[in-house]
């Protein structure tokens, strides 16, 4: 279970975050900043990485675009009637719900312009609204890896950015969606990495 759900996802969110870093070019340098300002030069340590205040704000928006597990489901035990605008919704026990986490991610709402890759959302407090923002999903059977996870995502993301500028080495076109248990993407996503002046290799 732990091979399974810990292998791919922290994988795909790490390529979906560089992939949402090539689509802004101040991002990118605002990351770098940071990156430079922090570490100057050296490895980060796990301190530092909770203390790269905008590369998490990076992270948490690619995971709310492009969360690595898409759907999140439930087993009800018992019946429930939903209230709806409609008519109320009557479930019963026994069903398994499936819902996509888009529509809450990309609910107008919560999230104004919701398509759009802002990542300085999360340097207010929109999403404290509870399960605003939850792709590690919630309640009893939230992911039991979401801090190990964020870590290893900002690790990867950190040493990538310190070192190289990225570019999307295909059309944009080419870059689609594969929605199943994981966010795939189906053409992969081709990054050029482009080594930064004056930086050690
Ligand atoms: C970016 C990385 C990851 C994301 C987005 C993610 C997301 C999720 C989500 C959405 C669930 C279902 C939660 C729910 O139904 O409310 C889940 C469950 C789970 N995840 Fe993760 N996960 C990630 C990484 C990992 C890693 C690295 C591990 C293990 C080392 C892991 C282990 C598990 C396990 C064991 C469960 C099942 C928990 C249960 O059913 O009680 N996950 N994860």
């Known amino acids: 279970m732990f091979l399974t759900s810990g292998?791919?996802?922290?994988?795909?969110?790490?390529s979906w975050t560089i992939f949402c870093i090539t689509q802004d070019r101040d991002v990118q340098t605002k990351i770098q900043?940071?990156?430079d300002h922090v570490l100057k030069g050296r490895l980060p340590l796990y301190h530092d990485l909770l203390n790269l205040d905008y590369l998490t704000q990076v992270v948490k928006e690619s995971l709310r675009l492009c969360p690595p597990i898409p759907f999140l489901s439930r087993y009800l035990t018992k019946n429930?009637?939903?209230e709806t605008s409609d008519d109320p919704l009557n479930l019963l026990a026994g069903t398994v719900i499936l819902y996509p986490l888009t529509s809450i991610h990309e609910d107008e709402i919560i999230t104004r312009n919701s398509k759009k890759f802002d990542p300085s959302r999360f340097s207010s407090n929109q999403f404290n609204i509870p399960y605003s923002h939850?792709?590690?999903g919630f309640?009893?059977?939230i992911c039991p890896a979401e801090k190990l996870s964020m870590i290893?995502?900002?690790?990867?993301?950190c040493l990538i950015m310190q070192r190289f500028h990225v570019e999307l080495a295909m059309p944009l076109s080419k870059v689609s969606r594969d929605e199943k248990f994981i966010l795939m993407a189906r053409n992969d996503i081709y990054i050029k990495l482009v080594p930064r002046k004056g930086?050690?290799?």
Do not use: H, Q, S, W
């Open 33 to 35: 900043n940071e990156i």
């Open 199 to 201: 930086v050690e290799e």
């Open 152 to 157: 290893e995502i900002k690790l990867m993301v």
């Open 139 to 141: 309640g009893e059977r």
């Open 7 to 14: 292998y791919l996802t922290t994988g795909v969110a790490i």
């Open 80 to 82: 429930i009637n939903l």
């Open 134 to 136: 939850c792709p590690f």
